[in-house]
């Protein structure tokens, strides 16, 4: 869900942006959150009463009905909120069911996650400032927030849990992607064709769920294994 979610932020905010390139994966993405919403629906009887998931597919439901009617930064900040509540719905879950302890910094998974939400963000912004550079007067304010998310995933890769929690191989696909597409924006705006920039980012980001779900599957065997 998350995933999906994450996509449908950046190619919404492209399509609002003026690009309609990608309006078939939107489509997509936002069939694949409503299917995925249902599934976790059935988890069991204690989400329907649980207020954050209620919040959520409230916010949700909302905002797939009506995104088409935001500008592409007030649908950034929709989007962001939400995934700002799945993100505490996913650490309430973690902790009532022992997942993690008392600090969820130290945890692998859910450091990928802060790292795959920072990567989707610059994705989201990067598509948007493409989309607008012809057709919309927020481009330099787009151009601004992409410059502030890549100084603040400087300052993340500078920690040690950067090192500790993610692959070589991981860490130098994001440098790549960054420097090739991200950077190369700044430097450049006609550096970077829309769908290289989209397909090189979400390839990413892929990985790094790939990454997070080997994590969240070694903390379920460690939690099971583990004498009571």
Not at 71 to 92: M, P, S, W
Not at 126 to 137: D, K, M, N, P, V
Not at 159 to 181: C, G, M, N, V
Request: proline share 3%; glycine share 6%; with cysteine.
């Amino acid at each position: 869900m998350l995933m999906h979610i994450q996509r449908h932020r950046g190619l919404s905010t492209t399509v609002l942006g003026g690009d309609v390139t990608l309006v078939g994966k939107l489509e997509e993405a936002q069939r694949n959150v409503s299917r995925d919403l249902g599934h976790i629906a059935l988890v069991g009887d204690w989400i329907k009463d649980n207020p954050n998931w209620e919040a959520i597919t409230a916010h949700w439901a909302r905002l797939a009905g009506q995104y088409q009617r935001l500008d592409a930064r007030k649908n950034l900040d929709q989007h962001n909120k939400l995934i700002k509540g799945i993100l505490v719905f996913i650490d309430d879950v973690a902790i009532e069911h022992y997942l993690v302890g008392a600090r969820l910094d130290d945890v692998s998974w859910r450091f990928v996650l802060a790292v795959v939400e920072q990567l989707g963000q610059i994705r989201a912004v990067g598509l948007a400032y493409i989309a607008s550079l012809e057709r919309s007067e927020s481009a330099p304010r787009l151009r601004n927030a992409l410059q502030v998310l890549m100084e603040e995933f400087s300052s993340t890769s500078t920690h040690a849990e950067y090192s500790r929690f993610l692959t070589d191989a991981h860490r130098h696909k994001i440098q790549q992607f960054l420097t090739a597409f991200p950077l190369a924006l700044l430097e450049n705006p006609k550096a970077c064709p829309l769908q290289s920039y989209y397909q090189t980012a979400t390839g990413v980001i892929d990985e790094l769920y790939l990454q997070f779900d080997d994590q969240l599957q070694s903390s379920l065997c460690l939690l099971y294994t583990s004498p009571s």
